[in-house]
């Protein structure tokens, strides 16, 4: 390795002076450094001493409204970095108990931040969300009393309107333990028979909430759904899987998602005929939304492990096969051959091999010959249903070109004319370079195919394009012209 290369060992061969003499050149103007360098100064004094800089820094950001614009957003995320960073790394190890406080007070500052900066971008909320997280280490070395601490994260989650504090109780469960639970249960369920602040939105949002025939009373919900929310994070940490099923609607326990959920739960604990009692109780789709509905990959792997634990192991494999029919679905299929006895699963993969080649979407088809992988049949789909792919699915045509080009190259070439015909045939002029890509391709693998068929030689299809699509220059200039 060169001696030039910027790396701690060559710098170091600098000497002390030199370092000192550089690092004052480059930090001058430049206060993001500066600040790092004069808390690593405070730190050469102690922990004690750094945490009294950090704390300073934290009110002054808190203090602050003034608009960040984009140009100064890095500026600003590099600064929540460091200060995150010398809590978390510097301040921790020698002063947990400080470092836990100026920690809540980093995540407490979230709120004035987020309404200072465009953070559409989540660069600053990774940072909150990556200091939350080391709750876990500095809690538990902290020394808190549970109730203490219990009181102390109702009031964070009380005015969590940017999420900041989301999934603290998780985090904190081990701290707090079961008295510290229980005191924030109370607080939460005392919370919940009070009534509700008033409203001080405006009237147009009344009308407009109308409209959307959402609830009559729109605080009253929200306040339930809040204490709902509460209450479930809490049993969540105190392992009561009925009380955190019970903080749902029976609305909510119907989706197949939420009920997987539960009966995931109930199957750790051993009960695996109150799972499965939980996954009959859920609202099955069918048809299309059988395919694609929200929860039901959640639902139908929840359902398998319950009819395994229970000795169900044939409709286990029913199922399995369901799943596969339906969804087209590779981890399924293995998991059914799996089961099979020895020589059974081949003529089942012959099945499944039909069932894929009949598909109705023959896209979810490729794809699975692909990823299986099945060159010869993906491409026996492709020759004898290529009229059904469309070429606006460029991302499973794509990759599916290039796994065949090499054994199948007749295959490759008639994906890639779909995609070809779609960009120019609707003017995707967005796509005319990748379009030119796929025709020399094409052109490439031409003398490679002994035997077009039915099907227009390249020649034949190129002279088509020539004819059809002779005015799109932007084109014909990435493939060399018409001519």
């Known amino acids: ?22 690092l004052i050149e480059v930090s001058t103007g430049n206060a993001t450094i500066q600040r790092r360098l004069r808390l690593e100064l405070s730190h050469n004094l102690g922990a004690g001493e750094l945490a009294r800089d950090v704390r300073k820094r934290l009110v002054s950001l808190r203090k602050s409204r003034s608009h960040v614009s984009w140009r100064k957003r890095r500026t600003l995320v590099a600064d929540l970095q460091t200060q995150a960073e010398m809590i978390t790394e510097r301040i921790a190890p020698e002063e947990p108990v400080e470092a836990f406080d100026l920690l809540w007070q980093f995540i407490d500052l979230a709120g004035t931040v987020y309404e200072r900066v465009d953070d559409s971008r989540g660069e600053v909320g990774d940072v909150f969300r990556a200091a939350l997280l080391h709750f876990a280490d500095i809690g538990p070395r902290a ?39 229980r005191h924030l249960k109370v607080q939460v369920e005392a919370y919940a028979q009070l009534p509700p602040e008033p409203d001080e939105t405006h009237e147009a949002i009344h009308i407009l909430r109308r409209l959307r025939i959402e609830s009559s009373d729109y605080l009253a919900e929200r306040k339930a759904q809040f204490v709902r929310l509460m209450l479930r994070e809490i049993a969540q940490a105190q392992g009561d899987t009925d009380a955190y099923a019970a903080q749902f609607t029976a609305e909510q326990l119907a989706r197949p998602g939420i009920a997987a959920d539960v009966a995931q739960r109930l199957l750790a604990e051993g009960r695996d005929q109150d799972a499965l009692s939980f996954l009959g109780a859920a609202e099955r789709p069918t048809g299309k939304s059988r395919t694609y509905g929200q929860g039901q990959a959640d639902w139908d792997a929840a359902y398998v492990a319950c009819l395994t634990a229970l000795g169900r192991g044939d409709d286990a494999q029913a199922h399995r096969w369901e799943c596969f029919t339906v969804r087209l679905d590779a981890r399924y299929l293995r998991a059914y051959l799996k089961a099979l006895p020895d020589f059974d699963d081949i003529e089942a993969e012959d099945r499944a091999r039909a069932v894929a080649m009949a598909f109705d979407d023959p896209h979810v088809a490729l794809a699975f010959f692909i990823d299986w992988p099945d060159l010869a049949s993906a491409a026996q789909l492709v020759t004898t249903r290529a009229a059904e792919l469309d070429g606006d699915f460029y991302h499973i045509l794509t990759p599916a070109a290039e796994a065949l080009r090499d054994r199948y190259p007749l295959a490759a070439v008639l994906l890639w004319r779909r995609m070809i015909d779609f960009a120019l045939f609707r003017g995707r002029s967005s796509r005319y370079g990748h379009a030119a890509d796929h025709l020399n391709d094409c052109t490439a693998l031409d003398a490679g195919i002994a035997e077009y068929g039915t099907l227009p030689t390249h020649q034949t299809y190129l002279e088509g394009l020539r004819s059809t699509h002779a005015r799109k220059s932007s084109f014909w200039d990435r493939v060399g012209g018409p001519d």
């Open 1 to 22: 390795m060169s001696k030039k290369t910027l790396n701690q060992t060559n710098l170091a061969t600098l000497g002390g002076d030199r370092l000192a003499a550089l």
């Open 143 to 181: 020394g808190l009393k549970p109730e203490p601490m219990a009181d102390r994260i109702w009031d964070a989650l009380q005015n969590n309107g940017y999420g900041e504090w989301d999934g603290i109780i998780a985090i904190l469960a081990p701290v707090l333990g079961d008295t510290g639970l």
